[in-house]
Structures are given as C-alpha cells and as structure tokens.
C-alpha cells in the first residue's frame, strides 16, 4: 500500500530560520519534562496546500523559546501555560508576523497573549 505524503509547504524552513533568529529552539521530547511559562501560543499552519507543522512558543525567563510540535500530539501537552491561545493560519501569515509585516488574525487569537509574545521576541 503506497501512502501519500504531501510536501511541506516550500516556507516552513523560512518560518523556522525566522524562528531561530528571534528565539530559541527547544526540543520538547517528554509531556513529563515540560516547560513552565505564563503564556505559550500555537500556530497550526495547517492553511497550505502542502504539509505545514503546528509551532508553539512561550516565554522564559529571557526570551521566547519554541519548537515544532510533533505529528499527533497536542501542544497543551509539552508545554504548561497557564494561558494559551492559538491560530490556523498559512505560513506565509505567521513569516510576515515574525517579520512585522502583519499581525496574526485577530478573530483567532488572544491578543494580549500575542501581544506579550511579540514584546518578548521584538525587544527595544
């Protein structure tokens, strides 16, 4: 039996450059070694004609730390927030968010959650 797997969305490797550049990657590997913060945020990209992953990103002590969540998993389970909030977006809206171009669709999201998540990965 032959299964289909789409290919990923030709912008996810520039989402995660941009990413990188702003914040930490973490990988989350156990639901029993999950990080702490006040707030995290999920952007499912799941608005592409082609394979897109869910990121999630939460604040630290210094920063924003992030990472892919795997296939299958829910990101609530790797990261304990007491605050979340999320969107299905493409991934070229979550590029132009990372880059200032756009704001993420505000008719998905908790704004003040954004809001502190941008603070922390756009410092003055």
Not at 41 to 56: I, R
Request: charge should be negative.
């Amino acid at each position: 039996m032959d299964l289909y797997l789409p290919a990923e969305d030709p912008l996810v490797p520039d989402v995660e450059a941009a990413l990188d550049v702003r914040a930490t990657r973490r990988p989350l590997i156990s639901p029993y070694l999950r990080p702490s913060s006040h707030v995290a945020l999920w952007l499912c990209a799941c608005v592409s004609d082609a394979a897109a992953p869910t990121w999630v990103m939460w604040l630290e002590t210094v920063g924003v730390a992030w990472s892919r969540v795997p296939t299958g998993v829910d990101e609530r389970a790797l990261v304990d927030a007491s605050r979340w909030t999320g969107a299905h977006v493409d991934p070229a809206e979550v590029l132009s968010w990372l880059e200032s171009r756009a704001a993420l669709p505000d008719d998905q999201v908790e704004i003040s959650v954004v809001e502190l998540v941008e603070q922390a990965l756009r410092p003055s």
